[in-house]
């Protein structure tokens, strides 16, 4: 058994959400992404994947520059195997503006979970946990909640859909990086993922 300090086992709920979830509440909810450079100094990078319920894959990859405090990246779709940008994507003037209008179409939403999500000690100590762990020889960690009546079926318009799992995972101390995950009993599947930029990637 490895404990912390506190006493308690590594690879439970309560250590866990301490020291590990508890980072997300920094993040979830920032209204103005732009205030991402406040708690990122050095920047930072964003993940969001989005599969549909037609089984087509897509991924937005963003990267927030500390330099110029702008956020810019780029849709992606899968083809098995292989994978084609599909548009140019950047937050501006609060929207996420496409090179090419048409891609819009494939993407769920204008913007970033995180702008609407409210995640605290509050709202976690509320869900059912259905399993969790802690590896602590990588660091990884994971925690599947169950969850009912969420802003994210409005934000990604499956109102008549049922999230069947929420779950939280990352590695490392601090926002090495931290990754929510959605998953619909239509098949959808949603994530954003949001990592600090390390020493000497800047």
Not at 188 to 200: N, T
Request: proline share 1%.
């Amino acid at each position: 058994m490895t404990l912390s300090a506190c006493g308690l086992n590594k690879d439970s709920r309560e250590w866990i959400e301490k020291n590990r979830i508890s980072d997300i509440y920094k993040v979830y909810p920032t209204k103005n992404p732009e205030d991402l450079f406040n708690i990122f100094t050095k920047g930072f990078n964003i993940e969001q994947y989005y599969k549909d319920e037609h089984n087509n894959e897509y991924k937005m990859h963003f990267t927030g520059n500390s330099d110029t405090k702008t956020i810019n990246g780029e849709l992606i779709k899968y083809y098995g195997d292989e994978e084609k940008k599909l548009a140019d994507v950047s937050y501006r003037d609060g929207h996420l503006v496409f090179s090419d209008s048409t891609a819009k179409q494939y993407w769920p939403m204008d913007g970033f979970l995180f702008q609407h999500l409210t995640i605290n000690q509050k709202k976690i100590d509320s869900l059912k946990v259905k399993d969790y762990h802690f590896e602590a020889n990588s660091g990884i960690f994971h925690i599947n909640y169950e969850l009912t009546d969420s802003k994210v079926n409005k934000l990604l318009k499956k109102e008549n859909q049922k999230i069947t799992d929420f779950e939280i995972t990352g590695s490392g101390k601090d926002y090495y990086g931290r990754t929510l995950i959605f998953t619909f009993d239509n098949g959808v599947d949603f994530s954003e993922s949001i990592h600090k930029v390390k020493r000497g990637e800047e």
